[in-house]
C-alpha cells in the first residue's frame, strides 16, 4: 500500500476504537450468569478525563444511580461499578458504561446479565377421567432459565422413571384402580 493509504487507515482506525482524545476504558463490565436474589457488580475503568462523569446504561437506558462510588486509579483514571443486591428477571439484559468528552460519547463494552431462577411450569398435566384399563397421557412442560429443565414423574407416590427433558409426556398404562395422582416436579 501507498503511504497515503496507510495514513487514512490509521485514522479510520483511530476513529472506531474507544481511545479518543486520550479517553481510554481500562475495564470493560464482564458477561456474568447470576442466581436470582444474589449480588452482581459491573465495573468499568477510564483514563483521561479529569471529572469522573461515568454513566451506566441498561438497554440503552440511563441508569440512575445515589449510590455510585467513584475510585482512583491515579492521575485521571477512575474506576466505577454498579451493582444490584437482590438481583430479579428484570435486571437482566445489556449493560455498559459511557463518559461524555469534549462534547463526545465514549462506551465500553457490553455486557450481558443473566438470571437464573427457579423453572416455572408453562403446561400442568390436567385431570383426566378413562375408563379402567384404558391408556392415557399426561403431559409437563417447564420452562428455565437456567436451560434445560428436566421433568420427573411420580405416579400414585411411585416415581416413573427417569428425569426427561421438558417437554415431558407420561403414557400411562391402563388403571384398574380408581383415582391414581400425578406428580411432577422440575429438578
Ligand atoms: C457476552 O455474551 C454475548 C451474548 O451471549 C456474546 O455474544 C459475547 O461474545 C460475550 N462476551 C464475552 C467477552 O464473552
Ligand atoms: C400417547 O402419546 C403417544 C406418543 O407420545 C401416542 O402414540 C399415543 O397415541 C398417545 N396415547 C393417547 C391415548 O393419547
Redesign the pocket.
Known amino acids: 500500500m501507498k503511504p497515503l493509504l496507510w495514513t487514512v487507515v490509521v485514522f479510520l482506525l483511530s476513529l472506531s476504537g474507544t481511545r479518543g482524545n486520550g479517553v481510554l476504558f481500562t475495564k470493560h463490565p464482564s458477561n456474568q450468569t447470576v442466581s436470582q436474589g444474589k449480588e452482581v457488580r459491573l465495573g468499568c475503568a477510564v483514563e483521561g478525563v479529569t471529572e469522573p462523569d461515568i454513566m451506566w446504561i441498561k438497554d440503552g437506558e440511563k441508569l440512575y444511580s445515589t449510590d455510585q462510588v467513584f475510585l482512583t486509579l491515579g492521575e485521571q483514571h477512575w474506576e466505577t461499578s454498579h451493582s444490584v443486591k437482590s438481583v430479579q428477571q428484570q435486571d437482566a439484559g445489556q449493560y455498559w458504561c459511557e463518559v461524555e468528552h469534549q462534547g463526545q460519547t465514549f462506551s465500553s463494552d457490553r455486557a450481558w446479565v443473566t438470571v437464573e431462577g427457579v423453572p416455572h411450569f408453562t403446561e400442568e398435566p390436567q385431570d383426566v377421567a378413562v375408563f379402567p384399563n ?4 399426561l403431559s409437563c412442560s417447564a420452562v428455565g432459565p437456567p436451560e434445560p429443565v428436566e421433568v420427573l414423574w411420580w405416579l400414585g407416590g411411585v416415581q416413573k422413571g427417569d428425569p426427561k427433558l421438558s417437554h415431558s ?1 407420561l ?1 400411562v398404562p391402563g388403571q384398574s384402580r380408581r383415582g391414581v395422582s400425578a406428580e411432577h416436579v422440575v429438578l
Open positions: 384404558t391408556p392415557f397421557n409426556v403414557r
